[in-house]
């Protein structure tokens, strides 16, 4: 079965530009999660999906959002960039119903430059 | 929430040692724990788990061991190889929690020839 998969892996903006990041989840995997990893605040919750409901939403700006859609893809966006945005996004989905007391798979992430 | 810590951002063990990589959390209300493994360039990869109704659960080489009393999680590495290089991170989540999991800051565990 393959794993989360999440593209593109690289991506290069500029500050005030917007970036579209895509996430397909495990095969059957019907809750998706997204983390922030920087050298600094490590990992950090974004949001996470289930049903394409948004059901918890980590301490992050409006600029930050996401959507999932009926095939369990899920997609997070980041409007007007700042130089702090730059990070690991990273992509997680689980089997059950919530990322609450489950095991969460990872993906490989989108490594974010914003110059 | 709260957040979880690790004793240690770096951890140098000789290769065949058994390496003990351990954390701190703070919140008496979490009831699950985790361990992942992340190498350089890839997303952290689940390792094991644990609940709260249990003080010690084992997998292939690894034991994970957690004592609420002290609110205290390690990760026991057995025979620790070279393919163990890597960041470890814990994490915690509660039953009524709403902020996902909530990660410590990571031990890089080095491995010595």
């Known amino acids: 079965k393959a794993g989360v998969t999440q593209t593109p892996r690289y991506l290069i903006k500029t500050r005030g530009q917007q970036v579209t990041l895509s996430c397909s989840p495990i095969?059957?995997?019907?809750?998706v999660s997204w983390y922030q990893q920087t050298p600094g605040q490590g990992l950090q919750f974004l949001f996470e999906?289930?049903?394409?409901?948004?059901?918890n939403k980590g301490n992050f700006p409006g600029r930050f959002s996401g959507r999932q859609f009926s095939n369990s893809r899920s997609e997070m966006n980041v409007s007007t960039l700042e130089l702090g945005d730059s990070a690991l996004y990273l992509c997680?989905?689980?089997?059950?119903?919530?990322?609450?007391?489950?095991?969460?798979?990872f993906g490989s992430g989108t490594q974010l430059s914003v110059l | 929430g709260e957040s979880v810590g690790l004793h240690l951002p770096t951890l140098s063990v000789q290769e065949g040692d058994n390496s003990i990589i351990n954390c701190a959390y703070s919140n008496s209300a979490s009831d699950y724990f985790i361990w992942y493994k992340q190498e350089s360039g890839k997303g952290p990869q689940f390792i094991i788990d644990?609940?709260?109704?249990?003080d010690k659960r084992q997998g292939q080489r690894v034991t994970v061991l957690l004592n609420k009393t002290v609110k205290h999680l390690s990760l026991q590495i057995a025979a620790t190889q070279p393919g163990d290089s890597a960041v470890y991170f814990c994490a915690e989540n509660w039953a009524g929690g709403a902020d996902g999991l909530t990660f410590g800051k990571g031990t890089h565990l080095i491995i010595q020839p």
């Open positions: 999906y289930f049903s394409e409901t948004q059901r």
């Open positions: 095969s059957g995997h019907r809750s």
């Open positions: 997680a989905s689980s089997a059950g119903q919530g990322a609450t007391n489950e095991k969460l798979f």
């Open positions: 644990i609940r709260s109704n249990m």
